[in-house]
């Protein structure tokens, strides 16, 4: 694997394993409004583009439901109280961006979670490590388009020659193929292999070490 001298991550089904804290704040913010509740399985194939996309898919009707923006503020606002509950890095991330630090390299998340909440958790969780950490926000297109990485890019002093892009999905595929960059996709995420294949994905990592190779 080329030695590269900067790595951009996404950071739900890559970096944490969010997930459990997802679907508890999706499923709080359903019962509210008398909503039926998603299965664990099913919220795992809604994330990846976005709060507002999940709450789109997960609502009746989606945008269409009269209470969308509703339930939609609803699950900020608990999320933004409990999304430490559960989550916490994978095994052997740290390890990894430890010895991502020592060895020099430059670290950022590019992520569509919103962006009070991918700065929190990157603060908490990986203070010292990601040097920059850009989620949803106004002014600036969503991932798969290739604004944010290239602000990030742009934030770090990288070129694309020395920067590859790591993530668990389909949209991060289309991410990195949008910005120019190689992709490595990530097998202990969101999505599968078969899925991930199919989506166009040709290189594969099932430890957070093998990116060390």
Do not use: Q
């Not at 390890?95 to 908490?124: H, I, P, Q």
Request: glycine share 8%; charged share 30%.
């Amino acid at each position: 694997m080329k030695d590269y001298n900067t790595y951009i991550f996404d950071l739900d089904g890559t970096l944490l394993s969010t997930l459990t804290d997802l679907v508890a704040s999706t499923n709080y913010a359903l019962r509210r409004y008398g909503m039926p509740e998603h299965t664990y399985e099913d919220i795992r194939l809604f994330v990846g583009n976005g709060v507002r996309k999940l709450i789109e898919r997960a609502v009746p009707e989606g945008i269409g439901n009269s209470d969308f923006n509703n339930v939609y503020m609803t699950f900020r606002e608990h999320y933004m109280e409990h999304s430490l509950d559960t989550t916490g890095p994978y095994p052997g991330i740290m390890e990894l961006l430890t010895e991502l630090k020592k060895r020099g390299k430059r670290m950022a998340v590019v992520s569509n979670k919103f962006y009070a909440a991918t700065e929190e958790l990157c603060r908490y969780f990986f203070g010292g490590y990601i040097d920059v950490a850009i989620g949803e926000r106004d002014g600036i297109r969503k991932k798969p388009a290739p604004d944010a990485v290239f602000e990030a890019m742009r934030r770090l002093g990288a070129d694309k020659d020395g920067t590859v892009y790591i993530g668990d999905s389909d949209v991060d595929i289309e991410t990195a193929r949008n910005s120019g960059l190689p992709c490595i996709s990530v097998l202990w995420g969101f999505r599968d292999r078969e899925f991930l294949i199919e989506h166009g994905a040709t290189t594969f990592i099932m430890k957070p070490e093998e990116l060390l190779a």
